[in-house]
């Protein structure tokens, strides 16, 4: 279903540009819809779900928090350039995303902006 329009490099396809904006939409439906059964299967059991913004977790070391570029090597390998950590790339920006994650379930905080090690609020 999101193959792309047929062609060559020579004689490109009929609607190339049209079936890229509904290739992208296809896509992003499969996680909207999944988002969606999560929220509900979580209300169902009285859980939650919080988003948290993934940009740069692949970038920002888990380990000591320093945030460049040059820490993602490769599409799989990870190499903090402070402290020499180094992971799997997922493994790594999937340690961020959970302690983003957990600073604003306990902090009710912005995810990004703060530390790991940010004490929760009083309730």
Not at 6 to 21: D, F, I, L, Q, T
Not at 93 to 99: E, Y
């Amino acid at each position: 279903m999101s193959k792309s329009a047929k062609g060559n490099s020579e004689k490109h396809g009929v609607n190339v540009k049209a079936k890229s904006g509904l290739n992208k939409s296809i896509l992003d439906a499969g996680w909207s819809m999944f988002a969606s059964m999560l929220e509900y299967k979580q209300r169902w059991k009285g859980g939650m779900v919080e988003y948290v913004p993934a940009a740069y977790t692949s970038q920002r070391c888990s380990s000591c928090g320093y945030t460049h570029k040059d820490n993602r090597v490769s599409q799989s390998k990870f190499e903090c350039q402070a402290c020499g950590y180094q992971a799997n790339a997922d493994l790594n920006a999937s340690l961020n995303i959970l302690a983003a994650g957990h600073a604003v379930l306990a902090c009710r905080v912005d995810a990004i902006a703060t530390t790991v090690k940010q004490e929760p609020l009083a309730a």
